[in-house]
């Protein structure tokens, strides 16, 4: 098993830099639509839609985002359209998911959980196409090492539990482990990557790493939401797509929620 998840994302990492670095904008944001849709058929089966039906609904999410996307393109945080779906993107995440999760997330709501699915997926999907390679791969980069970092610390020193209701295996110790990697992270980029270097200097230093701590937030809230989504669903994982991985959204649940805000964080920064 750890084999073939350790092979299985050798192919993803290598494929998604293959695939940032080498194709034009038009057929970057072709591949995001397709994983957009794969995405939704997951989101659609853990809402309990069965057979045609969730189908049909990764297909509407498909071409809702294709759509969108290719109206935009070249997608830019600097267009107003485009920063207004990332400020949504950004008030769900913030403000409606976490008290979405405190009051229980479940299917009592018709048209609730589907509706989600739309505000997750299709403000990432444009975020991954709006930015920079170099950008889109720091952002991940954040995730990855966030997710990393938390697996490890919580592992050594959790004790407490973040949310045993939704998801037990996550700890306190393992936030604060992720807070101090993304932190440290955030840092490192600030000299190393050119154009935050000549950006992120005084007092700019202060809202830049409170937007790294905010990332690093959002990047928890977004794997918990996933998480609540599966228990209501009564599954392990979202998908069996990936081996070794599940889902497609067992692997971008906290890239769905940090994408936007951190397109519209960069944006701050570097338009300044």
């Not at 839609?49 to 509407?60: D, E, I, K, R, T």
């Not at 592992?155 to 932190?183: D, E, N, Q, Y």
């Not at 990936?242 to 936007?260: E, K, M, Q, V």
Request: glycine share 10%; net charge positive; charged share 10%.
């Amino acid at each position: 098993m750890l084999l073939t998840r350790v092979l299985t994302a050798a192919v993803l990492l290598a494929a998604f830099l293959a695939a940032n670095f080498l194709l034009a904008t038009p057929q970057f944001a072709a591949g995001v639509t397709l994983v957009v849709t794969l995405a939704a058929h997951e989101w659609g089966r853990l809402c309990r839609l069965q057979g045609a039906a969730a189908v049909v609904y990764a297909g509407l999410v498909g071409v809702a985002f294709g759509a969108l996307a290719f109206a935009l393109l070249p997608v830019a945080t600097s267009q107003p359209a485009v920063r207004g779906i990332f400020a949504v993107a950004a008030v769900f995440w913030i403000v409606a998911v976490p008290v979405w999760l405190w009051r229980g997330v479940d299917g009592r709501v018709p048209g609730a959980l589907p509706a989600a699915g739309v505000a997750a997926l299709l403000p990432a999907g444009l975020a991954a196409i709006s930015m920079q390679p170099w950008a889109l791969l720091a952002l991940l980069a954040l995730v990855w090492l966030a997710d990393t970092a938390a697996y490890f610390s919580g592992r050594a020193f959790g004790r407490r539990k973040l949310a045993p209701t939704i998801s037990p295996g996550k700890t306190w110790a393992g936030v604060m482990g992720a807070a101090l990697a993304t932190l440290a992270y955030a840092m490192i980029c600030a000299q190393s990557i050119p154009a935050l270097v000549v950006r992120v200097t005084g007092i700019v230093w202060v809202p830049y790493i409170a937007g790294a701590a905010l990332l690093c937030i959002v990047s928890v809230i977004g794997d918990l939401f996933e998480s609540a989504l599966k228990r209501q669903a009564g599954v392990k994982d979202s998908g069996r797509l990936l081996p070794g991985h599940g889902g497609i959204l067992d692997r971008i649940d906290s890239a769905t929620a940090t994408l936007p805000i951190g397109a519209l964080l960069l944006h701050w920064i570097v338009a300044k």
